[in-house]
């Protein structure tokens, strides 16, 4: 039987042997900058945190990031909406990241200077103004986190077919995809570029997905109770805005991740 290494017994987090053999193997394989990627609930934040905290215990400066406090504001997204398509004014696909903010950041932080970060406020849906953001110092490591990193764009051909409901009756001409498809062949790479690693957290499939990011909306409504968070079919109809491209990361990122560690349903680690 393959074992499983269980998250801790205090909450979601990892367990300490993994955070350790993550760190190591970030460190071991040199670069500054290191990335997670995984679905959504999958648990990058929480063991991009874990290692951070980990890399500070050892005496290092160290620093996590998540692609997703570079999602475009409300105000621009509801541009492009205008623009382009609708369903550009819901945040996470291919083509609702300010890349170019990303890249910039990254090299700051790799260069040693002193960062401003930006952070997003979820429940509110919009970033954060400059004035808030974290000052970060010079660091030795960056964890980097998000759901697609360094996931390759799909050919003209698989685009053809919706593949969820919302695809069906809100893309049935397919411009939306054919758009974020498009974004994230001629965008992303750069930012990739500046990944020196990169870790998957590999679910059993995309299945889970709603459930776990179901259960990611709760931990945010319990952490700031009172503000406004999704109902589950919110969730439901949400999720199906990654779906195209989970999975294709799903797909893609095995044979493109330097280490991938196999998810049970329950987020356990093989």
């Known amino acids: 039987?393959?074992?499983?290494?269980?998250?801790?017994?205090?909450?979601?987090?990892?367990?300490?042997?993994?955070?350790?053999?993550?760190?190591d193997q970030a460190l071991h394989h040199g670069g500054r900058v290191h990335a997670i990627a995984g679905m959504q609930g999958s648990g990058k934040s929480t063991l991009?945190?874990?290692?951070?905290?980990?890399?500070?215990?050892?005496?290092?400066?160290?620093?996590?990031?998540?692609?997703d406090d570079f999602y475009l504001g409300r105000r621009e997204r509801h541009r492009l909406a205008r623009a382009v398509h609708p369903l550009l004014a819901m945040r996470g696909p291919p083509g609702t990241h300010d890349v170019a903010l990303a890249c910039e950041v990254l090299d700051a932080l790799r260069a040693g200077g002193c960062v401003r970060?930006?952070?997003?406020?979820?429940?509110?849906?919009?970033?954060?103004?400059?004035?808030?953001?974290?000052?970060?110092?010079?660091?030795?490591?960056?964890?980097?986190?998000?759901?697609?990193?360094?996931?390759?764009?799909?050919?003209?051909d698989e685009l053809r077919e919706p593949i969820n409901p919302l695809e069906r009756d809100e893309d049935a001409d397919g411009h939306w995809r054919r758009h974020c498809?498009?974004?994230?062949?001629?965008?992303?790479?750069?930012?990739w570029a500046r990944l020196d690693s990169l870790l998957l957290l590999r679910a059993p499939g995309f299945d889970v997905v709603p459930g776990w990011r179901w259960q990611q909306e709760q931990g945010l409504l319990a952490a700031r109770p009172g503000r406004t968070a999704m109902t589950r079919a919110q969730v439901d109809r949400f999720v199906q805005l990654f779906e195209r491209v989970s999975r294709q990361a799903l797909r893609a990122l095995p044979d493109i991740a330097q280490w991938?560690?196999?998810?049970d349903a329950q987020r356990r680690v093989r």
Do not use: C
């Open 1 to 23: 039987m393959t074992p499983h290494l269980h998250p801790a017994a205090t909450g979601n987090a990892f367990a300490s042997a993994l955070v350790v053999r993550a760190l």
């Open 48 to 67: 991009a945190g874990q290692m951070v905290g980990l890399a500070r215990q050892r005496g290092l400066r160290a620093v996590a990031l998540s692609i």
């Open 117 to 156: 970060v930006p952070r997003f406020d979820k429940l509110a849906d919009t970033r954060l103004p400059p004035s808030r953001w974290t000052r970060v110092e010079a660091v030795d490591l960056v964890v980097f986190e998000g759901w697609f990193l360094k996931t390759p764009a799909q050919s003209p």
């Open 181 to 191: 498809n498009a974004a994230l062949a001629r965008d992303y790479p750069a930012l």
């Open 260 to 263: 991938s560690w196999q998810q």
